[in-house]
């Protein structure tokens, strides 16, 4: 998708968190906390024309699965039309209904769900759908990694999960702060 497209689609959908793609040092930073050495499921909410879904696709292992979970209907087309790989399964879907989309197997079972969806335009009902139904897909010990323009999500994020480190991830328009949640523990 070219900058072009991109900027189209933030203009005409105010849920789009970013004028310009995700960058790749922020990409990678974010994947640090991945470990790509064995078979995983991973789910990513928002991902967007597919900065952070490349990237993964690139680093995961043949048996591995990642599930994309898209609203905005021209990011899912364009991914439907450009990710054509065996390990992907993608849905046109809000993040809190990631549990009615999933087979029943992968539910509980998730290694790591990644998050860049705007989190500061929900409501603090949705919020909480979407980080609960967040815990409810991850397998004990999983990661929930988001990556937000502020600390906003701090407050929602203890109450549901009782646990989460930041970072700062300033070499990205906007600068990003970067969250590690873990299911059931601390991080």
């Not at 990513?44 to 043949?62: A, H, N, Q, T």
């Not at 979970?69 to 399964?89: A, G, Q, S, W």
């Not at 998730?110 to 409810?136: H, M, Q, W």
């Not at 549901?160 to 059931?184: A, C, D, H, Q, S």
């Amino acid at each position: 998708m070219s900058k072009i497209d991109f900027l189209k689609t933030f203009i005409k959908d105010r849920d789009v968190a970013s004028i310009t793609p995700t960058s790749l040092h922020c990409v990678k930073k974010v994947c640090t906390n991945i470990d790509f050495s064995k078979d995983l499921t991973l789910v990513e909410y928002g991902p967007g024309d597919g900065v952070f879904s490349r990237f993964i696709l690139g680093k995961m292992s043949p048996n591995s699965k990642l599930i994309l979970i898209e609203l905005n209907k021209d990011f899912y087309k364009h991914l439907k039309d450009t990710i054509k790989d065996p390990r992907v399964e993608i849905y046109n879907t809000r993040a809190g209904d990631v549990e009615e989309v999933l087979s029943p197997e992968i539910i509980g079972n998730v290694d790591y769900v990644l998050s860049g969806i705007p989190f500061s335009f929900l409501e603090k009902s949705r919020k909480k759908i979407v980080l609960t139904a967040t815990k409810n897909i991850l397998k004990e010990g999983g990661h929930f990694l988001a990556y937000q323009t502020s600390g906003h999500l701090k407050k929602p994020v203890m109450e549901v999960f009782g646990n989460l480190e930041t970072e700062r991830e300033m070499l990205n328009i906007p600068p990003y702060l970067i969250y590690r949640v873990v299911k059931n523990g601390a991080v």
